[in-house]
């Protein structure tokens, strides 16, 4: 069973929040869980909420870098709300993982900022875009090359619906049931896989083998 570590921090910078056992927890494949934490929203981002923002794809990002929001159809006001609002948040949790976890301080890259504007439940989708169903944050299109995924999560809806998850067994059980059914990929195929799928990089070799 998932490990769940509860934590009593109320703010996103919070003073003298590291934790040996928070740091251990997540290297053993555990979550850290603050049911405290709050990510209060501005008059503006609240009647956002309520807004019927256009959108085929199931989340809205933000690029960090660029400053870019992409993944809605929105008047150019509803974009700066949206750019903002996910933007603090990026900054929020920088904050949060740099008081919690001072040991990755230094080692952690910000990457998309993600915002879901509707539930996946009940929504028309493919049985592989489907969240509904136990699956892993490592794509084909983003090869992660070695490094870890760490995401944090906060729910924002207006009504207090609770968002529910349902938790894997850890990496090691995923790899001792799956790994021996994979095929090694042949020579090149990194290579050809990107020149003609979406991919946003080559493939690495540890993605590549646990395809």
Request: hydrophobic share 35%; charged share 25%.
């Amino acid at each position: 069973m998932t490990e769940i570590l509860e934590l009593p921090a109320s703010e996103w910078d919070p003073a003298a929040a590291a934790s040996h056992d928070a740091l251990q927890a997540l290297e053993r494949g555990g979550v850290l869980w603050f049911p405290n934490l709050r990510f209060e929203l501005s008059a503006q981002e609240l009647a956002l909420m309520s807004s019927p923002l256009g959108s085929k794809a199931k989340n809205v990002s933000l690029d960090p870098a660029r400053g870019e929001v992409r993944g809605v159809e929105a008047s150019d006001e509803e974009r700066s709300v949206l750019q903002a609002m996910m933007s603090r948040f990026g900054r929020s949790t920088a904050l949060l993982l740099a008081a919690v976890l001072p040991k990755y301080r230094g080692e952690l890259r910000q990457a998309r900022i993600s915002y879901r504007p509707s539930e996946i439940e009940g929504r028309t989708t493919s049985w592989r875009k489907d969240d509904t169903r136990l699956h892993v944050d490592s794509f084909p299109s983003s090869p992660t090359h070695g490094t870890r995924i760490l995401r944090v999560f906060t729910n924002v809806n207006p009504h207090g619906k609770k968002r529910v998850w349902r938790l894997g067994e850890s990496f090691e059980g995923v790899a001792r049931r799956f790994l021996p059914q994979l095929k090694r990929p042949w020579p090149g195929s990194a290579t050809a896989r990107c020149s003609s799928t979406p991919s946003k990089r080559r493939a690495s070799a540890s993605r590549r083998s646990r395809r």
